[in-house]
């Protein structure tokens, strides 16, 4: 069963480009990660500091060896300083094709 994922991150004011430069920088390395399926990084329209991730994985276990790789760690050190709010949901897949 594949792990689909989404992941919320609101920018502090005045962070938004230097949030999206981080976030962009890991993009390349992680799509030819063991187990991407997709992983995507998205801004809404309404709300430009949201930045939102969708993203999905083959296993558990494959998503949990991403979040260890040193290219996101070294991305989540400096997150703190850049956003206001952040949430990271696993999801299950009920139905239907790719998100």
């Given amino acids: 069963m594949t792990i689909p994922l989404v992941a919320i991150f609101l920018a502090k004011p005045g ?3 230097k ?3 981080l976030f962009r920088s890991v993009i390349a390395t992680t799509l030819k990660e ?3 399926i997709s992983y995507q990084l998205n801004r809404a329209l309404d709300q430009p500091r ?3 991730w969708t993203e999905e994985w ?3 276990d494959l998503l949990d060896k991403h979040i260890a790789a040193p ?3 070294a991305i989540l050190a400096e997150i703190p300083d850049l956003v206001e709010s952040a949430e990271v949901i696993p999801l299950r897949k009920v139905d239907g ?3």
Wanted: with cysteine; hydrophobic share 35%; proline share 0%.
């Fill in 15 to 17: 962070a938004e480009e």
């Fill in 19 to 21: 949030l999206e430069t």
């Fill in 34 to 36: 063991e187990g991407c």
């Fill in 50 to 52: 949201r930045f939102v």
């Fill in 58 to 60: 083959e296993s558990r």
């Fill in 71 to 73: 290219h996101i760690t």
């Fill in 97 to 99: 094709g790719a998100a």
